[in-house]
């Protein structure tokens, strides 16, 4: 009896969803978000990074749903990154979701994701992010990298973007 208790017990605790700190949902956000105002003196960057929800298959009426893990790099072995602005926006431009309602930090080498379950579809095949940072003017750019998944059955597809700074 003492055995099955404890074999339930462990059914149980392995069975319940774990949620990353370093994975971005609205309330993550709130816990990163920046409580002064950050320096005019750090050097601001844009990055525009292509974002897929979903993939053409066969022809242009069959696609397929991807989950999209959008990762923020800080490169920097030293000082913080900031993320003013992190906007999504679908294929015809349209914005979806602003996640930065306040300025967050990633501190030096870490990584934070921002992740789109497969299910949703608003991105659709030619969807991005646009990002506004800032860092200090000695460090070095930070890197915005998508990678996308999907599997059914014994079949997977998956691929990464990497973002490209503009102006």
């Known amino acids: 009896m003492r055995s099955f208790v404890l074999l339930l017990i462990f059914a149980v605790v392995s069975c319940t969803e774990h949620k990353d700190v370093n994975t971005l949902s609205t309330v993550n956000w709130d816990k990163r978000s920046v409580g002064f105002k950050i320096p005019d003196s750090l050097k601001a960057g844009k990055t525009y990074l292509s974002v897929y929800s979903q993939v053409y298959s066969q022809s242009e ?3 397929h749903d991807l989950t999209a893990t959008i990762n923020m790099r800080n490169t920097s072995s030293t000082d ?4 003013i602005k992190a906007e999504y926006f679908n294929t015809v431009g349209k914005s979806i979701r ?3 309602k306040k300025p967050i930090y990633i501190a030096p080498m870490e990584s934070v994701a921002i992740v ?3 299910h949703n579809k608003e991105g659709g095949t030619g969807g991005n992010f646009i990002f506004n940072w800032k860092i200090s003017k000695l460090s070095s750019n930070p890197l915005f ?3 996308f998944i999907s599997t059914k059955g014994q079949q997977g597809l998956s691929f990464v973007t990497q973002g490209k700074v503009i102006d």
Do not use: Q, R
């Not at 913080?80 to 993320?83: A, C, D, P, R």
């Open 80 to 83: 913080t990154l900031y993320i």
């Open 98 to 100: 602003n996640y930065a």
């Open 61 to 63: 009426h069959t696609t």
């Open 145 to 147: 990298e998508g990678v």
């Open 116 to 118: 789109i379950d497969e």
